[in-house]
């Protein structure tokens, strides 16, 4: 079974500032990894995912993220946000069997309020 | 951005009144999910395809949800009788590479 946790539920930042989103997994299998973002009466949007190989990936709109298998984790991470950055952002798991068939498995998600 | 279509928007029935949504997915898309995301932000899967079959599907789907996606049409998420507990906003999406989702913009049901 795969779990995931999103230990913050909402983040507040100033425009400019530096963020990280923090999410850790359980799973004893091989994954990807992956962060959707969710502005207000949206759908998801992918920002980008990790399988293998180097640990920070980058993604859109200058967000990354972070591998780290020690401590199950898949942080989020942003130099100088937006405000347009403000929404819901998710991180979800899906089992790494060999197809794209496999459902991802979602946070609660963080809600990050970027204010002028 | 996704180009994946979900109609309607919003949707709002009665207790036990049969609710359907659609999904165009991108193109060239083989495989399709539906989720449901209530409002405190959990995601349930409902249901999979890859080229019309069906994947996975859980227990849920199996009683009163029905779902296909047949080649050349828009797939297609209906509940026979909805309830309360419906209310939700369903997501459909799309994926062609591992582990990467592209999502509609959801259709919200609303069972009053």
């Known amino acids: 079974t795969q779990t995931v946790s999103q230990s913050d539920a909402h983040v507040t930042v100033f425009e400019g500032d530096s963020v990280e989103l923090r999410c850790n997994y359980s799973?004893?299998?091989?994954?990807?990894l992956s962060w959707y973002i969710q502005h207000h009466g949206h759908g998801l949007q992918f920002l980008l995912k990790y399988y293998s190989g180097n640990p920070v990936v980058q993604g859109v709109n200058g967000f990354e993220a972070e591998f780290s298998k020690s401590d199950s984790s898949f942080h989020l991470r942003k130099a100088s946000v937006h405000w347009s950055d403000s929404a819901v952002y998710f991180c979800a798991v899906s089992a790494n069997s060999g197809g794209s068939n496999y459902k991802l498995t979602f946070g609660k998600g963080t809600l990050l309020t970027v204010t002028p | 951005n996704s180009k994946v279509i979900q109609t309607p928007r919003y949707l709002v029935k009665g207790q036990g009144q049969k609710a359907k949504m659609r999904c165009i997915p991108e193109k060239g898309h083989p495989v399709v999910f539906w989720y449901q995301q209530n409002k405190n932000n959990e995601f349930k899967f409902l249901i999979n395809f890859q080229n019309q079959e069906v994947l996975q599907q859980i227990d849920m789907t199996e009683k009163r949800f029905s779902a296909e996606c047949p080649s050349n049409s828009p797939c297609s998420l209906e509940i026979q009788s909805s309830e309360a507990g419906d209310s939700a906003l369903y997501l459909c999406?799309?994926?062609?590479?591992?582990?990467?989702?592209?999502f509609g913009p959801g259709t919200r049901l609303t069972v009053l």
């Open positions: 999406a799309s994926s062609l590479s591992y582990g990467e989702q592209y």
């Open positions: 799973y004893g299998g091989s994954i990807y």
